[in-house]
């Protein structure tokens, strides 16, 4: 047997819709995921978190390229 949100199928048989339709809407809105307010700020801090490791990432790539290309420059700039 499905569950369903009993408010909402409530709801909807007060505003004249169908019995079939409204428990139908009632029991697919029992089965999805809502996320809260409390998800948001997790995941917000994760991003957060992953932002400041790609930043550090892009610095760590950055002097990698210096550091490989600055000597290939100079060859190339003081040779002649």
């Known amino acids: 047997?499905?569950?369903?949100?009993s408010e909402v199928y409530e709801a909807f048989r007060?505003?004249?819709v169908p019995?079939?339709?409204a428990r139908k809407v009632a029991e697919v809105m029992s089965t999805e995921?809502?996320?809260t307010k409390?998800?948001?700020r997790g995941l917000e801090r994760r991003l957060d978190a992953i932002d400041g490791e790609i930043k550090l990432v892009k610095w760590m790539l950055a002097?990698?390229?210096?550091?490989?290309?600055l000597p290939i420059l100079k060859a190339l700039f003081m040779h002649g």
């Open 1 to 5: 047997m499905t569950t369903m949100i």
């Open 14 to 16: 007060a505003a004249g």
């Open 19 to 21: 019995d079939d339709k």
């Open 33 to 35: 995921t809502t996320i």
């Open 38 to 40: 409390w998800d948001m």
């Open 63 to 69: 002097l990698v390229v210096a550091a490989e290309v």
